[in-house]
């Protein structure tokens, strides 16, 4: 049981860790080339493809790191650190997701391109800092298993 939680666990992690990494290192700069009228529709469309997925890796990521801790006599800190720090990242998609992202499409379908560069722009600074995070739940993940 404990392999199929695991399991469960990475994908949903490599699903949102992956989906940021590729966002901000390759979708991003590609479409950086667009003329605003097709570069801004362009990111709310990727999104909405996007955060479907997300919704679904948190609860799995929820959902299987507490039964898996659970089994645990006393987490460690190297658990209670990846617990942390991935819900701060949950916090951080949730402040995205209806914040930025809401004001996003309201100036994509209203056309106002200036609006949808400000929103774009916070969006991309905070993938960063999310996708830093993921990278150290990431080695929090691994120093939990190797102890070191």
Do not use: C, K
Not at 20 to 26: D, G, Q
Not at 123 to 141: C, D, E, P, S
């Amino acid at each position: 049981m404990f392999g199929l939680l695991l399991y469960v666990h990475l994908a949903a992690a490599v699903v949102w860790i992956g989906g940021m990494f590729f966002a901000y290192v390759a979708a991003r700069p590609a479409a950086a080339e667009l003329p605003p009228d097709q570069r801004f529709p362009f990111w709310a469309r990727a999104f909405a493809r996007f955060f479907p997925w997300v919704w679904a890796a948190i609860p799995a990521l929820l959902a299987t790191g507490l039964v898996m801790a659970s089994q645990e006599t006393t987490p460690g800190l190297p658990v209670m650190l990846m617990t942390g720090f991935g819900l701060a990242m949950m916090a951080l998609f949730l402040h995205v997701y209806f914040a930025p992202y809401r004001r996003l499409r309201r100036a994509v379908a209203a056309s106002d391109w200036t609006l949808a560069g400000r929103q774009l722009g916070q969006i991309r600074r905070l993938v960063a800092v999310n996708a830093g995070l993921g990278f150290l739940v990431l080695l929090f993940g691994v120093w939990s298993v190797t102890g070191g």
